[in-house]
């Protein structure tokens, strides 16, 4: 039994991610700000309903799904809930811990606070593409384990959209130097 239980809503399971480990071919860090996203929630890619670009969001819970945004980034999310329900968590930024030479070589860049602050970073610093949509984030080439850490947890609106951007739904850890943008 894997530690983490994704067949719950999106907005449960995301908090309980921040801390996690999270890595893809060994490359990766210390998730440190989610957000979740639900089928019920306009601002969700699963709203309208299953398309061949969000299907993956309707799959079994556990799974990855990979979308591009503004045509550029890669960005990263996990499916919650049961088949069919069309609700994720969207990994927003990591503190780098895993693979920094081949982060910052992607990235071309050496702060390392900036190589994962964001959704679009954290792609591009992994080497998320579109085909690890549907792979299961708890098997290779993922790794996906407990924090081992105590973690604060901080939540506030989400940022970056203009549907339902007041709900409180997204999740960092407290006083992190590598979120995307600070909690108010």
């Known amino acids: 039994m894997h530690p983490f239980r994704f067949e719950e809503d999106a907005w449960l399971v995301a908090p309980r991610l921040i801390g996690a ?5 060994g ?17 969700s890619h699963s709203f309208p309903g299953p398309t ?3 299907a993956a969001m309707f799959g079994p819970p556990g799974r990855v799904y990979v979308y591009r945004s503004y045509g550029i980034h890669w960005c990263f999310n996990i499916v919650c809930r049961e088949e069919g329900h069309g609700a994720g968590v969207l990994i927003r930024a990591l503190e780098p811990l895993h693979g920094m030479e081949r982060m910052r070589a992607r990235r071309k860049l050496a702060a390392d606070r900036l190589l994962c602050a964001g959704p679009g970073r954290v792609g591009e ?5 579109l085909g690890h949509t549907g792979m299961p984030v708890d098997a290779a080439p993922f790794g996906l384990r407990p924090s081992d850490v105590t973690v604060e947890v901080v939540s506030g609106p989400r940022i970056g959209i203009s549907r339902a951007a007041d709900v ?8 992190s130097r590598f979120l995307s943008r600070r909690f108010r």
């Not at 480990?21 to 071919?25: E, Y």
């Not at 409180?168 to 006083?175: D, Q």
């Open 52 to 54: 061949k670009r969000n």
């Open 27 to 43: 490359v990766g860090g210390r998730i440190v700000e989610v957000e979740a996203y639900d089928r019920r929630d306009p601002a």
């Open 168 to 175: 409180p739904w997204r999740f960092g850890l407290a006083g």
């Open 125 to 129: 610093a992994l080497g998320i593409e």
């Open 21 to 25: 480990i999270l890595t893809l071919d």
